[in-house]
Nanobody, 124 residues
Framework: QVQLVESGGGLVQAGGSLRLACAAS????????MGWFRQAPGQERNFVAG????????WYADSVKGRFTISRDNAKNTVSLQMNTLKPEDTAVYYC?????????????????WGQGTQVTVSS
């Protein structure tokens, strides 16, 4: 069982930056690949970024490549999402998720555990 708690959301102007963090419980954090997803009002929850358990590989949605960076600190059981050059279309609730095993998964069904989400609002 893994419990995830996101933080770091807020209101930012277009072009600005935010850093989201996700704190995980449990002693086997490095066994889990981690992902960030986002969901805008009235839309499906979509993949944003993912990282393998040991941080050896990362993958991103095309819409955020070059602007967002996912990283993790297994000693602190945390995963972060650095978001730069934010756009109004990045506005959404951002969710942290965890899955066992490998595979550069981008679907919600592939992830086993979810946080409660943190709101990111980008004003124009």
């Amino acid at each position: 069982q893994v419990q995830l708690v996101e933080s770091g959301g807020g209101l930012v102007q277009a072009g600005g930056s935010l850093r989201l963090a996700c704190a995980a419980s449990g002693r086997t954090f490095s066994s889990y690949a981690m992902g960030w997803f986002r969901q805008a009002p009235g839309q499906e929850r979509n993949f944003v970024a993912g990282i393998y358990g040991l941080g050896s590989s990362t993958w991103y949605a095309d819409s955020v490549k070059g602007r967002f960076t996912i990283s993790r600190d297994n000693a602190k059981n945390t995963v972060s999402l650095q978001m730069n050059t934010l756009k109004p279309e990045d506005t959404a609730v951002y969710y942290c998720a965890a899955k066992l095993g490998y595979g550069r998964s981008v679907t919600t069904g592939a992830y086993d555990y979810w946080g409660q989400g943190t709101q990111v609002t980008v004003s124009s």
